[in-house]
Nanobody, 114 residues
Framework: QVQLVESGGGLVQAGGSLRLSCAAS????????MGWYRQAPGKPREWVAT???????NYANSVKGRFTISRDNLKNTVYLQMNSLKAEDTAVYYC????????WGQGTQVTVSS
């Protein structure tokens, strides 16, 4: 069973930065899509960003220009660099892997104080 382990969450002031990591228990070299989602209290889970196997990236409008997703296939790890954080970025952030199967991490809490 594939395991995804997120880390790097925490408490940060508005305007600050955090870098999330997602370590996979399998090789992600051939995994087509790795992404990040988030879920704020009382709201549905929403897509944040995706990086494909050839390095193409896509972002939700709410984070475009502030967040950067990347992947290191040698380390089987996906990153989310979050800059200029806002209070509305507060959520649990989940890593997602999409291939012939779909896998989720357990989530990491990001709290941005205003």
């Amino acid at each position: 069973q594939v395991q995804l382990v997120e880390s790097g969450g925490g408490l940060v002031q508005a305007g600050g930065s955090l870098r999330l990591s997602c370590a996979a228990s399998i090789s992600i070299f051939s995994i087509n899509s790795m992404g990040w989602y988030r879920q704020a209290p009382g709201k549905p889970r929403e897509w944040v960003a995706t990086v494909t196997s050839n390095g193409n990236t896509n972002y939700a409008n709410s984070v475009k220009g502030r967040f950067t997703i990347s992947r290191d296939n040698l380390k089987n790890t996906v990153y989310l660099q979050m800059n200029s954080l806002k209070a509305e970025d507060t959520a649990v952030y989940y890593c997602n892997l999409q291939s012939s199967f779909n896998a989720w991490g357990q989530g990491t809490q990001v709290t941005v104080s205003s």
